[in-house]
Nanobody, 124 residues
Framework: QVQLVESGGGLVQAGGSLRLSCAAS????????IGWFRQAPGKEREFVAA????????YYVDSVKGRFTISRDNAKNTVYLQMNSLKPEDTAVYLC?????????????????WGQGTQVTVSS
């Protein structure tokens, strides 16, 4: 099993930036794809970004393209989500997820391991 812990959330004004981190521990010797998802109150969990173990395959939801950047440092077992030009509609709990066999990285059901999430609030 692998444990995931998110950090870096907070309150920021519109147009501001945050960098989220997803730190993995436990069975980290597998080649995990990591996905970032978000969930706002009363809404379904939404895909945000994903990155393959090598970093060679990266995916974003259209609404964050050009504003968010996902990256990873496998030596530190950590994946980052740099979020720039934040908008109030980005407000949500952001969760990272991992799995070693992912065919559809934008789909929540593809991931077996999830973190607890970190709150991101963007004020207007």
């Amino acid at each position: 099993q692998v444990q995931l812990v998110e950090s870096g959330g907070g309150l920021v004004q519109a147009g501001g930036s945050l960098r989220l981190s997803c730190a993995a521990s436990g069975r980290t010797n597998r080649k995990y794809t990591i996905g970032w998802f978000r969930q706002a109150p009363g809404k379904e969990r939404e895909f945000v970004a994903a990155i393959s173990w090598s970093g060679g395959n990266i995916y974003y939801v259209d609404s964050v393209k050009g504003r968010f950047t996902i990256s990873r440092d496998n030596a530190k077992n950590t994946v980052y989500l740099q979020m720039n030009s934040l908008k109030p509609e980005d407000t949500a709990v952001y969760l990272c997820a991992a799995d070693s066999f992912v065919l559809r990285p934008t789909t929540t059901g593809e991931y077996d391991y999830w973190g607890q999430g970190t709150q991101v609030t963007v004020s207007s």
